[in-house]
């Protein structure tokens, strides 16, 4: 089974349409990347997922979305009992004003989990998973702002690691991250995915050659072309695709 799904989905801003007709499935442990020029829908779509665009006004989505089978839109659910089980991670790193270990800990404290001993071993497993722990065991009384840029990223997502989730959503994960940062970055995310499926949206084509399984191009709100990312990069089967690889727009 497929882990993500989108069915015909829809998406309107008021009268204006930001995705139209997008179709596509999303496998188990792979990293998806979403390419293509600013504003053409990629973030808008990778919202949808978490349904983040609940929380703007004038928003409706026709269609479907799945996840493990389920439809996100059409049944009963807690929407922020789904948000857990999505992580996010934005451009822009957001660290709590808290120290070190209370941002990793944050999410098993809202669950109400208050075992020390559980909460010291989720914090040195998630910060070892973003490849952060040999940098910050000795601080973690620290507060999270004192950290770098690259730094406070892999804490972000060593917070959402920390709640289990299935899935994680990144958002331009280093695109405010210098190129050293961005490497750690993108070396965090290959590991990842033997334990998460990963989506990523990014304008770095490279970075989306680097690090992704399969690649969707979006141009003006609609899915141009998905395949394996060689595919895509080598030979794509659609001219604005190799366009736009290509860099004659963009």
Known sequence: ??????????????????????????????????????????????????????????????????????????????????????????????????????????????????????????VERSLRQAALWDEVKDDLKKSALSLSGGQQQRLCIARTMAVEPSVILMDEPASALDPLSTAKIEELIYELKSKYTIVIVTHNMQQAARVSDKTAFFYLGELIEYNTTTTIFTNPKKEQTHNYITGRFG
Do not use: W
């Open 1 to 122: 089974m497929q882990k993500l799904e989108a069915r015909n989905v829809n998406l309107f801003y008021g009268e204006k349409q930001a995705l139209k007709d997008i179709s596509l499935g999303i496998d188990p442990n792979t990293v998806t990347a979403f390419i293509g020029p600013s504003g053409c829908g990629k973030s808008t779509f990778l919202r949808c997922f978490n349904r983040m665009n609940d929380l703007i006004d004038n928003v409706r989505i026709t269609g479907d979305i799945l996840i493990d089978g389920r439809n996100i839109y059409k049944s009963k659910i807690n929407v922020d009992e789904h948000r857990k089980k999505i992580g996010m991670v934005f451009q822009k790193p957001n660290p709590f004003p808290k120290t070190i270990y209370e941002n990793v800990a944050f999410g098993l404290r809202i669950k109400g989990v208050k075992d020390k001993s559980v909460l010291d071993e989720t």
